[in-house]
């Protein structure tokens, strides 16, 4: 069954590779949306596919990668739409 999920990351997440390795996670765990910079310094993440794999991001979301210092993870589960056919980076 497919799931929903819209994800806002807090921290230093901006210019440390942070929406090149979400979508390199994204797809490798078969997920389609898009990942974002946003004007406030905190990262968009909206994704839809199986709920176990959505869990698998949000858990890296946490972390991030090596140069990133996460200190907030924003989730809400939404109604999914359909409207991916891969995930990207938008902006």
């Known amino acids: 069954m497919r799931s929903r999920v819209h994800i806002t990351v807090s921290g230093r997440v901006q210019?440390?590779?942070?929406?090149?390795n979400t979508v390199d996670v994204a797809r490798r765990l078969g997920l389609v949306?898009?990942?974002r910079n946003l004007p406030d310094g905190?990262?968009?993440v909206?994704?839809?596919?199986?709920?176990?794999?959505?869990?698998?991001?949000i858990a890296w979301c946490h972390q991030g990668p090596p140069?990133?210092?996460v200190t907030g993870?924003?989730?809400r589960w939404e109604t999914p739409t359909g409207e991916f056919a891969?995930?990207?980076?938008?902006?």
């Open 42 to 44: 905190r990262v968009e």
């Open 73 to 75: 993870v924003e989730v």
């Open 15 to 20: 210019g440390v590779f942070f929406r090149a």
């Open 33 to 35: 949306g898009f990942v």
């Open 46 to 57: 909206v994704a839809e596919g199986e709920e176990e794999k959505l869990r698998e991001l």
């Open 67 to 69: 140069l990133a210092r």
């Open 86 to 91: 891969d995930f990207r980076i938008a902006y």
